[in-house]
């Protein structure tokens, strides 16, 4: 990869992570697979409701999270679990009434595939990048 390459592949995750931030901050739920998930998305600065989709049958969860919140983010890992977890959280969501959104999820995974495949490592993945850009500028 070449350094402009990098740089705007972080540009464009500093913007997906600041929007994570926003909307965050504006009342929305994100929903993650495990604490590690959770505690990458609290490094990276994100300090509203970060719900744990494993912790209790994915329907209750759902439901339970759409009563609390109009709006909900689903940003489980890019594997294959995570594909299928993300489908039915969207669809369990969308039926018990909450907005949401798997865009994000799916920006983010665009610019990170094939470097990371989750959540937890993202927070890492970032500074990594940051620190990476850093050396380079000062050389």
């Known amino acids: 990869m070449s ?4 740089m705007e592949r972080l540009e ?12 965050s901050d504006d009342g929305a739920a994100i929903i993650v697979e495990g604490k590690r998930d959770r505690r990458a998305l609290r490094e990276l600065g994100i ?4 719900k744990l989709g494993t912790q ?9 999270v759409a009563r609390e919140y109009n709006k909900v983010i689903v940003l489980t890992d ?8 993300a489908r039915l959280m969207a669809e369990f969501l969308n039926n018990a009434g909450a907005t949401v959104d798997t865009d994000i999820r799916k920006r983010i995974k665009a610019l990170v595939k094939k470097r990371i495949k989750d959540i937890e490592s993202l927070n890492t993945h ?6 990476e850009l850093n050396t380079l500028d000062s050389v």
Do not use: M, S
């Open 78 to 85: 890019w594997d294959e679990n995570g594909d299928k977890l």
């Open 12 to 23: 464009k995750l500093e913007e997906q992570i600041q929007e994570l931030r926003e909307q």
């Open 56 to 64: 209790k049958a994915l329907l209750e969860l759902c439901e339970e």
């Open 3 to 6: 350094e402009l390459e990098d």
């Open 47 to 50: 300090t509203g409701p970060v």
């Open 126 to 131: 970032v500074f990594n990048l940051r620190a």
